[in-house]
């Protein structure tokens, strides 16, 4: 687990999803994506983002924080529809990973620190957190973690795209769209994977 994976996604667009259309042709309302014929809605999205956000606006660095993450709805869904990928590809491994383990991971990331200052950092990471999702990011994690040592940092992307395509995940055009190949949302261009055993840390006097 201290090993660091960096996969970009591709400028990629693919067709707008037909799950995702009501019966008169129009996307169907509260629909943010759908992924392996169950939907993920706005609203679940919204809340992720509205939690972030709170969170960041109770940090002295409020503005610099929210100004640092825009299309933040964009960020969560793609991460939510990532950790569904790498579950679908766990599965398909036999890997599996048990609330003990998230616990002894997360007691580990917190260290001498406390459960505040990991909270702090990882709000501050690339895709920011708050607090009630840290468990989520840690179990994605150590999915990522062990998927790679099964089939190697290099060659990890092929069973992850079976596993995409095999979900038929779908998007709402006005997130974007799935690339199923390179298992992220285009079209902008961002490391969708990064392995770290800590979250990044606060720029020194943050």
């Not at 090993?3 to 693919?14: F, M, P, Q």
């Not at 299309?71 to 990532?82: A, F, P, S, V, W």
């Not at 569904?84 to 036999?94: F, I, P, Q, S, T």
């Not at 790679?148 to 769209?177: C, F, M, T, W």
Request: glycine share 8%; aromatic share 2%.
């Amino acid at each position: 687990m201290h090993r660091r994976t960096a996969l970009s996604v591709s400028a990629a667009l693919l067709v707008a999803a037909p799950l995702l259309s009501a019966c008169s042709g129009e996307t169907r309302p509260g629909t943010a994506a759908v992924v392996g014929g169950e939907r993920i809605t706005t609203s679940s999205i919204q809340a992720q983002v509205n939690d972030v956000r709170a969170a960041q606006n109770r940090s002295e660095n409020a503005a610099t924080l929210i100004s640092n993450t825009p299309q933040l709805d964009r960020i969560k869904l793609g991460k939510m529809i990532q950790l569904r990928v790498l579950e679908r590809a766990a599965k398909d491994a036999g890997i599996s990973v048990t609330t003990k383990e998230i616990e002894d991971a997360r007691r580990a990331q917190e260290g001498g620190r406390g459960a505040a200052a990991l909270e702090q950092a990882a709000l501050q990471g690339r895709v920011p957190l708050a607090a009630g999702q840290i468990d989520d990011e840690v179990r994605f994690q150590l999915l990522l973690g062990k998927l790679s040592e099964r089939y190697g940092e290099d060659k990890i992307i092929e069973p992850l795209a079976k596993a995409s395509q095999a979900l038929h995940i779908e998007v709402n055009p006005r997130y974007g769209a799935w690339d199923a190949q390179q298992v992220g949302l285009g079209p902008v261009e961002t490391p969708w994977i990064t392995q770290r055993t800590r979250p990044e840390q606060a720029p020194a006097g943050a």
